[in-house]
């Protein structure tokens, strides 16, 4: 959780101002996320699993509130005293967080109040940022740092919230008119890349941030193994599709064969079969599948029924982070956030590894769990990751509607098995 | 549900002209409920059972769109294609409605477009009014009399769905802060007021509108009983909660029980009990108990256990009716919505039946069932009532949230007996 | 609950013999109906709402060993200091009860010692009827007759738990295979038979035993009506499902259609459409469907969704003892569990009303609610009936599994709107 | 699934009757652990994950029925038709199997027609025995190999399942009078063994019989890391109780927290504390805690958060297994079936690692997952492991109910992070 990053007292000043940058840059991205949002979108939660988008923006300035306001800026007033608990999204620590299920029901504080909220933390973390010294500088810009990369987990979550809550009205409505389209692409071959495994080291370097999930990095052994050089497309999962992949219990795990037939699921979420063409719905509105563009909105269930049908499986977090830390850079070719498709697309090259960052995030095979030796920091923060380290799989690699730069090799993402509102994908491996 | 007036050709334009300003007037009163409102206000939907402020306005404007335009104004185009089916309540003629829980996530259409729906079909209306002709002016006539009455109800819920909304933000907002206060009244005593029973007719006669579920009258027979003066106040109930009320379970019905115990009721709806002091949330915000108003928020298992801790019972609504119907004229002293207190009130006078109408509705013990000779109308206008008449209770003479000359004696409202959201309070009655 | 009957001093032994004999045939009959079952019949569960056979039998036996021997047999020993506990069924003024929906798990006592439970509660009942003296006889020789009526209940509940057990196993076993079979006879016609209304008394005459819930007889005031002949028939029931009665929603009440729905249900419990042809479960195992015998396993919802499909209503409880009471005595014609089909028959007659007693016990239109005046029992035993009195229909007459004589015209059965595993079906009543 | 054990033809006549003593050995030994039950016991389901003690006996054989006699026994003629569905567990190649929570309403077949469908199947089995030839040998001795283990595994769930349903009776009643008695023993310190780590291959060697999930072998690498010495006790557990560890959030993974908070857990499962002391019940019945005894009853989610409360964490099952193969024999002090307690016992030796084997299943750290290269065999015995590979935890070394044999260092047990009906606890382990 604490950020690896020092600070040596006197060379602090452009540091500062670095930080400040950034952190301002990444405030204004979530609130550039809202504007297409009328102020009734602000309020909807869709599910208990999604938050509403006024509440996002709410939590991710509590955050620097709670984390840095406070403890380091000297006579400090919360901005309300209610504000902790309110927006506290699951911090056992810092006393009973508001019920999740009803956020929706918070129409006070309102969107403006919000706006206003936000202003005012940002007022004093610049306050912070210019009157911090000596000691708590490091623990305050390591504080920074992970609130930033909070606000871009959040980031995201704003766009598959508003998502969720958009698919659920029959009027359909789209978040942005003005998406970049998918250019048509021709479809390229799938290949198996062959690794040949061995002993390798694995965890984020102590060079830059990382979540605390990320470390200790650390050594592990591979057997040799394939990995496809391209995601799993719209066509080739509607194979699966047509053969009856949603019928045949023999495809499944128990669980998902469970949650298949509990929720009666027959495509991707937000898939629908219009008088005989499936069409999804998108941050654009409801858009035909493309074949060759990657498939996504698929749980963990789904990806692991498509690898059996396909006679292969998903990689496991090992052999992907392998396999990507070996990759030349491609950012050219990846599709995050500020690609503005807000989708995935069609890989443009063959013959290697491609789509590895970006597009969509790709279900491994295993479960979430602490790296050897970690240990949660002390503290609500030690919070952030570490008790959610069961019966959830680990996501690699980011998505479209990621910020650029937010996920990195050795960047840990999880989900319950049976999620589908993320923009989560299916990239297939083997044994050699 | 049609109304049993009459217009016969030639006399109607003074009725038109004043059936244009009800229809107004009714119009104008939901819209200047939600003035107190913010935009985020409008779209919260506290549990399955309330709407969404912004629903009620649609919902009423659907109802007249639905039962006037489409069917009698010639050339009538919808305002748009899917509000047929996203405002339709229940009626499941006239096609699958949208899934009610899910009404809070419809952000879409905005307020400010469902504003603009009402002032296009108002406008539509009046030119409905003006243009009707022979047959169908009895007929139009009825309906929209009937559409007033069903948008008057609507206001009714939407102040109590409001106060639900409202009640579950930790914040504790007040839906408006310059409500009139209680006066300090002295408490006065419970008296019992004797009937000797008899054959007696009850129903809503023809000479003015009525529900269909009022209706045939008919007669019945009464043995001799009696009734409490005034309604149960909440010092009244306190000696039911310190006495351990809700701890036993001799007082209460199985399901009542069950419900207590499942729902780990210790109080009515919205009390709390801090430090000691007993508080409530009202429209005006959080508020202390005032002893000798009368108690509400009630469910039906608490009124009948409240009851039998009293030796008493409630009354039938046959009982009600009656003696209601024996009552002189008390308006002055009746607490409906435009006496702006929007919270019941001690009663101001002793030696005789008072409070029948306003303040509280008052659980009945009958069952909500048709009347002897009830035929549901044809078409979707008899699923208005009809089918709501099993499980439920009736509850008699409109609370402090009821438009003024909404409800009569012969007016039955109906509600599950774990209902509490309403105003729902307790009158006493007994055998003699 | 407390009988009506006196016993004046000096008189009682006549009386005691009788009771003694009574109470001895009424044990025996309990016994014999668990004969066809093997042991491990005697543990099942099939729902919550049902009970082991092994339950029941030990249930009646707690009955007389708390309500009789406990309080009037000196220096009683109770068989099993736990079974106050483990056999109370609802009594929550004796204690917490065993949770109801467990009760398939007590595999122990063993059904050998539920036998010996009931022959050391059957001796010491007996050595009470002898020795018990002067004033407490007349409160004994009510509670005893309670009692015998109370075991009555449970007979009727032993055989339709017993139905539904079975008819969960695949196996299908039939109860019985030596049960009297259907005899062939013509469908004879529905004729509606008209009642003039006016001032009657109903509830139970103080001329013999009857439940507190029939009491006290009252006036009560009724329009004219109509009343079906004779029960609605299979063939009957099966023009409704053809006619698509379970997919019409304008024909049910909301909750209704809503549990129709949430069920899946298409046809009455225990039909079952083989290749074309209905089957329904029945004691003596899968049996077709026969045309002119009465539809049972029926609830409320179907029942009134019927009733509307034919233009028609139920009857209310007031309408039909009032008819009840009118009719010659057909004891020759009734279906009760000592004629030995276990199921319900074609009427036999025409032209006359017919089948109100036995076949099935037909659903009322009326809510069960008390009587007027009506006052629980004191102490436990105002729990047997009392409590229930909310959200349950009426039923009346009695069905094929009904011992003979335990149901007369006043006798009021109660169930919720959605059971179906009694013996329940529709006569059919209008308004005149 | 299938065995890696060949028989070369000629030389099989010893090894058929090695398996045929094999077979009847574990035959019998099912029935043994029936003989203290009344037949009542033999059907009882106390809640859904359990299964009655009858379907165990039934289904093990028709595991036989299903994959030896029906494929390899010419003109074999089954039971019961029926009997292939009714207790098929979880197949779904082999069609619907039977609702799985309602085993406990199947009180036909009868037990004595459960036993004589054993019969029924050893006679046959013992003819297939006989008479099998060639090329079947191999694959009917492997699936006779596999169907003995399943049958042992099916032992052990009688055990569990029957502590489980007694334990819902208020009566306590006891499977066992006889069994052995804790002796008294001091409390031996626990001490932590150093590993250093390294390269190891884990996983089923070829040379015996093993589960399709403990293969391939694989190589892995470990760091360094330390296991305890012995198992937590429950004097050592109620030290976590008494410092609140089930109040205190922050030991507990966030599914943890939801899950004890949500049952209301403040115990190992079976604890009861009566009046200041706390007991357990056993398959002897109810037994006051022995402190130095092995905690057992315990969730993934219990020992995760009894472990974070000693800074100490869950060994990952490739640790465990390292660790468990350089221990030397220790038969004589491992407590499993045979030994007759049915209960963990204290270590009686300190200063190497004990209890590796029997008393209570280890819980690892090790979500249950296919090791690398594993594949499902072909067909509907493809079922048997792999598809439960998603949301379940690995337990390792067996228990005090485990047969004597059946596991070995390779052997991977799975249950839910949730389940504690198993006999399993908690050995602790951590980093270097």
């Given at each position: 959780m604490t950020s690896t990053l020092g600070a040596p007292q006197g060379v602090a000043e452009t540091e500062k101002a670095g930080l400040a940058v950034r952190y301002k840059q990444v405030r204004r991205a979530s609130e550039e996320i809202c504007h297409p949002l009328a102020i009734e979108d602000y309020g909807v939660q869709g599910m208990a699993n999604t938050s509403p988008p006024r509440w996002h923006l709410a939590h991710t300035t509590w955050f620097f509130e709670t984390f840095l306001l406070k403890p380091y800026l000297p006579r400090y007033t919360a901005f309300h005293p209610q504000f902790e608990s309110l927006f506290n999204s699951y911090y056992e620590t810092l006393g009973a967080p508001f019920s999740r299920p009803l956020r929706g029901v918070l129409s006070r504080p309102t969107t403006d109040e919000i706006y206003s909220y936000r202003a005012y933390v940002d007022t004093a973390l610049m306050e912070l940022i210019g009157s911090v010294r000596g000691n708590d500088w490091e623990n305050v810009a390591a504080r920074i740092t992970l609130g930033c990369h909070h606000e871009e987990q959040h980031q995201e979550l704003l766009l598959t919230d508003i998502k969720y809550n958009f698919s659920?009205?029959?009027?359909?409505?789209?978040?942005?008119?003005d998406l970049r389209q998918t250019p048509h692409e021709k479809t390229l071959a799938l290949d198996w890349m062959p690794h040949p495994g061995g002993i390798y080291e694995i965890g984020a370097k102590e060079t830059s941030f990382s979540f605390d999930n990320e470390r200790p990095r650390h050594r592990i052994y591979l057997g040799p193994y394939t990995l496809a050089s391209r995601l799993v497309t719209n066509g080739e999962y509607l194979e699966f599709i047509t053969a009856g992949g949603y019928q045949r219990?023999?495809?499944?795990?128990a669980d998902g064969w469970h949650t298949v037939r509990g929720h009666h699921w027959q495509a991707p979420l937000y898939w629908q079969c219009i008088e005989g063409t499936w069409w999804q719905f998108t941050l654009g509105g409801m858009q035909p599948i493309i074949e060759n563009a990657p498939v996504c909105h698929i749980s963990y269930y789904e990806a692991d029924a498509y690898a059996r049908f396909r006679d292969a499986r998903l990689p496991t977090e090992q052999e992907w982070e392998v396999s990507a830390a070996l990759q030349p850079a491609q950012s050219a070719a990846e599709n995050f956030?500020?690609?503005?498709?807000?989708h995935p697309q069609p890989t443009p090259r063959q013959g290697q590894i491609m789509q590895m960052f970006g597009d969509v995030w790709e279900w491994t095979c295993s479960a979430y769990a602490p790296y050897p030796g970690y240990h949660a920091p002390a503290g609500a923060l030690g919070e952030y990751n570490g008790k959610f380290m069961a019966n959830q799989m680990v996501l690699r690699g980011g998505s479209c509607v990621t910020p650029t730069g937010h996920v990195g090799v050795a960047y840990r993402n999880f989900f319950y098995p049976h999620d589908r509102w993320q923009f989560s994908g299916i990239r297939l491996a083997n044994h050699l």
């Open positions: 659920l009205n029959p009027l359909c409505p789209a978040y942005r008119t219990a023999e495809l499944w795990l956030r500020e690609s503005d498709f807000l």
